[in-house]
């Protein structure tokens, strides 16, 4: 049941018109604009009266003028009603007399704000089946969840509602620290957690530390799009490196920006290609940073979920000189909505990245994070990814076998080591973007491929993710994608 609060209503007292009237002309306007809607239950006539500093009857008055006249219904026992019988030509005609269209206009803004107008959202930002990165929501344990953040809101200690420390509460950083160390070999020791609002925002953070205007700042070609907007935003210039079978061309880095002091790279997973970085092309970049005073930004965004392959430890795990910023999230283990990501810094920029954190929001919200600390030394999260990681193994070979086995004449396909979806190449004279765009009208959410690069020359593929789409369902979904590519290809 909605409520209006209408806490914007006032009288003219030095109006000539009654003020029963004023109010039953402002009540029937905001019906009427939709500021009102149908169904919507009023305050009732007593507490409006105290809130306008008027009679009782004068409200009366007016409710009754708007229910002669169709606008409200009385419900016995429950209060007054916008009717839900208001005929549309009237609500459409109101409304189209208040509404003016957009004067256009280009504001002029900063270097940085300019440089993001060809980056600006004007698609399509929903997910669902074929979403790449889309974890699977109806099998999290959402009972143990609900049971950590009820404990800590009913009970609350009373410093986490004033506040929390900018790096973040001290249990979820000891328990990141611990996990990390027993999951990917990160090294590290709590202090040197600092919790975020998603990966999104520790990328920003390491760029922004980094990035002085037109810096010249290395990432793979083809990417992720989110640190190119950060490179962007922070002022500096994006420097595409392509990626070969084991990640990351070092060579092809230094001979485009050897004065780069900043290389942000996926080693574990390559997004969106797959590969994983070779041990042996790690320590060629570590050994690179070191010697030649470079700094490393480590996106390690779901590394979790290796299918097959012997894993190879973090890049940050592998460093000794301190020269890797590790970036991880929440999101693809748990669930986007929670906004917690983290960023381990090299001890001695530590204090440097807090006050760069603090310049940002100041602290992050504290019960999320208090429940998310015993989730994490409960093992909790280690029993749902592992969970997952035996699940999406499963839609893993799954959806391999449907492309193979259906799609075959227009699209190429092989298995991934590790990760939540699939890259298929297409087959000429199929185009990817046309593709991404058939498949949003029919419901399937996968990614063109090419949108990914920015270097020049790229690849015609899709990224389709498995992860949060159900082995049942797969087929029918398939059926559609290859319906799709048979009708673009004739």
Known sequence: MKFAYLSNLSLDRTSAAPLHRQLFLTLRDNILAGVIKPGTRLPSTRLMAT??????????????????????????????YVSDQLPDELLKSKQSSKTHAPQKRHVKLSTQAEALRPYQSGGDSRQGTFSPGQPELDQFPFDVWARLLAKHWRRPEKSALVGNPVAGSFELRAALSEHLAQTRAVNSKPEQVI??????QAIHLVIKAFANANDPILMEDPGFPGTRTS?????????????????FMLEEAVAKAPNARLA????????PLGPTMSLQRRLEILGWAKQE????????????????????SS?????????????GSMSKVMFSGLRIGYLIVPEDLVEIFLALRRDIDGHSPSTAEAALAEFISEGHLATHIRRMRTLYECR????????????????DVNGQECGMHLVAHLKEPLVDTQIEAKCRERGLFLRALSRFYKGGSSQNGLIIGFAGTSEKAMPVHVDTLAKILKNSAL
């Open 231 to 247: 490179i962007i935003a922070a002022g500096a210039r994006p420097v595409p490196v392509p990626v070969d079978e084991q990640g």
């Open 195 to 200: 919790v975020l609002s998603g990966s999104q």
């Open 315 to 327: 890049l940050q795990g592998l460093d000794t000189d301190n020269r890797v910023f590790y970036v």
């Open 264 to 271: 942000c790279l996926s080693p574990s997973h390559q997004y």
């Open 396 to 411: 893993h070979d799954k959806l391999l076998s449907l492309l193979q086995d259906k799609c075959a004449p227009y699209l």
């Open 293 to 312: 005073d470079k700094f490393l930004l480590e996106d390690d965004y779901d590394s979790e979920y290796r299918y097959s392959g012997r894993p190879i």
């Open 51 to 80: 809130d306008l500093k008027v009679s009782r009857n004068t409200v009366l008055a007016a409710f009754d003028q708007l229910m002669s006249e169709g606008y409200l219904q009385s419900r016995m026992g429950s209060g007054s």
